[in-house]
């Protein structure tokens, strides 16, 4: 089984359309979890962290469900420039002296349309 | 941004060839990564260095040989590389710590790597 799962797409839908991305991890000691998009050719680059209680940044909003073991990423209202792969991140290893561990998944590539 | 830089950013190599790609973090970070990501793979973690010490080799091969002078830099020594070992190779940091999780990591734009 793979550490972090994710569907791989690709997702097509209109502008202003409404879109959910899943993903689940296996390492139930896994510490903190993130959204990275990757642009077509570029480097990964953060979208937002994602907490137990649920946070929301603008159009985007990510929820961790620790017993359950998924976090899932929404967006609401999308545009064209959101055109990219998202990848669902976990952090295993986490503690000052040992960096961080970082486990991607395979990434879900997102295409909207006009 | 040029939070994280990586030179070069393209890279062709004979399989007896020694190469070196270089990271440079501008961001005042005391940890950094280098990453492998091969096409319709998800990214692996190859090396982890924390205040310059190496602290993770996640079963890289041998022929990839890593190097971390100071806190900014990061280097990744290649030799008798395989055509399998053509990939992306990306650089990351972050800030960590004491008694927290590790921070966010910032990467830089990577070296595609192609091994004939």
């Known amino acids: 089984r793979k550490e972090v799962e994710q569907d791989p797409g690709p997702f097509n839908v209109p502008e202003g359309a409404t879109v959910a991305f899943n993903c689940t991890y296996s390492n139930s000691a896994s510490q903190s979890f993130f959204w990275y998009r990757q642009d077509c050719r570029k480097e990964p680059k953060l979208l937002m962290s994602?907490?137990?209680s649920g946070n929301e940044d603008g159009r985007f909003t990510a929820q961790l469900n620790r017993a359950s073991q998924y976090i899932s990423l929404l967006i609401r209202d999308s545009k064209l420039s959101d055109s990219a792969t998202y990848l669902c991140v976990v952090n295993k290893g986490a503690f000052y002296n040992q960096g961080g561990k970082l486990i991607f998944g395979q990434g879900t590539e997102l295409s909207v349309k006009p | 941004e040029t939070g994280v830089t990586q030179t070069p950013r393209h890279l062709v190599m004979g399989m007896t060839n020694k190469k070196s790609l270089k990271c440079e973090q501008h961001l005042g970070h005391n940890a950094m990564y280098w990453y492998k990501q091969s096409a319709k793979k998800p990214l692996e973690l190859m090396f982890v260095?924390?205040?310059?010490?190496?602290?993770e080799n996640n079963s890289v091969p041998s022929r990839f040989s890593p190097e971390c002078p100071n806190s900014s830099h990061l280097f990744l020594h290649l030799h008798t590389l395989q055509p399998e070992d053509s990939a992306l190779y990306l650089c990351?940091?972050?800030?960590?710590?004491?008694?927290?999780?590790?921070?966010?990591?910032?990467f830089g734009p990577g070296t595609r790597l192609t091994v004939l």
């Open positions: 990351a940091s972050s800030q960590d710590h004491p008694g927290r999780v590790s921070g966010t990591q910032y």
């Open positions: 994602v907490y137990s």
């Open positions: 260095y924390s205040l310059e010490e190496r602290v």
